[in-house]
Structures are given as C-alpha cells and as structure tokens.
T-cell receptor, first 111, second 111 residues
C-alpha cells in the first residue's frame, strides 16, 4: 500500500470549512484513498473513500487531484465535535487487507 | 444497537496474570481484526480473521492468542501480562475490501 503524508496538526474555526490535505504520490492505479477519524478515546470512524472521482457524503467531501497524487478531505462546516485525529490511508483491494494507520492530522476546531 | 462491541471497556490487572478481551459484531461481516494503540497513539494491526480463520498475524508475541468461536466473535487472550502490554485494544470488522467498523476500545493497564 502507498505511503501517505499528512501535516501533524491543523486548527480550524468553528463553522468554517476544514480542509485536510494528504499526499500519496506513490499511489497505484488500483489503490483507493480512505479517510478515517478518531475522536479522543473512541474507536476510529470511517468517513469517506474514493478512487478517482470526487466524492461527497453526509459527513464530508473528498477531492482527489487528477494525477491522484494528493487529496483533500473537506468538512464543510466544522463543529467542536469534529476535533479528532484524521487518517488518510491509501489501500488496494486484495481480499481482506487490514487498514494500516499512519500518524494522521490532529484537527482542533476552535470556538 | 452497537455494531462492534468490546468487553470490558477498562481492565486493570497485575503483571503475570492472564486476561481476555471479548469482541462481538452484529454486522454479518466476514472479517474481524484486533488493533493495538500504544501510549504514543500509533494504531497497529495485530491479527486479522476471515470466517474464523487466521489470515494475518503481525509480529505479536505468542502470549497473545486470538480465538474466533464463530464469525461474529473474535476474542483476545493474553497470557503472562507484561507492563508493555498496557495499551488500548480495538476490535474491528469489515466485509472484504470495504470500510471497517471499530469497537470503542478496551483500555488495558498492567501494574
């Protein structure tokens, strides 16, 4: 699975959009980009994933560059409850591949 | 209904003891995992089971023995507990190559 690089921490004002970047320059054609988050003391929570096209669900939007070497997770209106560590994972499908977590980005939403 | 549930949530025990952590999922998933999150907050895969069969065993001491009585359960037995085993242990489940769902974690403290 491709290595991903994320900033260690970011701040965002409450109510504003939080844009979390992720670099995955060695991603291969069959690897998806997954985003999870871990709110303090809780288990990781799936947010969204995508292959080539931009994706949106009730939690967030995922923008993947055309060359697929980077992506951005967007939380459109961040709230204090979005404060968490966000993990970007590039993962191919091979049956039962477990998630491999990096260090992630610690997002602090500030009132 | 809790999708992936772990018991106990907290476990404090003395060095040398043997303990078990239970995990149950009601999602009908074929694959279950155990992860360890240490004091530095790194999440590492320990084991992966598919349909009650072990498919991934990372470099985990053989004092750790997962047991899957059926597809919905994956329990973790730990023998001869050591101080370094103190961590938060997360159980997760998924269908092959789909997003994973995590339990709320078991905080193990060895004293």
């Amino acid at each position: 699975d491709a290595k991903t690089t994320q900033p260690p921490s970011m701040d965002c004002a409450e109510g504003r959009a939080a844009n979390l970047p992720c670099n995955h320059s060695t991603i291969s054609g069959n690897e998806y980009v997954y985003w999870y988050r871990q709110i303090h003391s809780q288990g990781p929570q799936y947010i969204i994933h995508g292959l080539k096209n931009n994706e949106t669900n009730e939690m967030a939007s995922l923008i993947i560059t055309e060359d697929r070497k980077s992506s951005t997770l967007i939380l459109p209106h961040a709230t204090l409850r979005d404060t968490a560590v966000y993990y970007c994972i590039a993962m191919g499908f091979s049956g039962n591949t477990p998630l491999v977590f990096g260090k992630g980005t610690r997002l602090s939403v500030i009132a | 209904d809790t999708a992936v549930s772990q018991t106990p949530k907290y476990l404090v025990t003395q060095m040398g003891n043997d303990k078990s952590i239970k995990c149950e999922q009601n999602l009908g998933h074929d694959t279950m995992y155990w992860y360890k999150q240490d004091s530095k907050k790194f999440l590492k895969i320990m084991f992966s089971y598919n349909n009650k069969e072990l498919i991934i065993n990372e470099t985990v001491p053989n004092r750790f023995s997962p047991k899957s009585p059926d597809k919905a359960h994956l329990n973790l037995h730990i023998n001869s507990l050591e101080l370094g085993d103190s961590a938060v242990y997360f159980c997760a489940s998924s269908q092959p190559d789909r997003e994973a769902f995590f339990g709320q974690g078991t905080r193990l403290t060895v004293v």
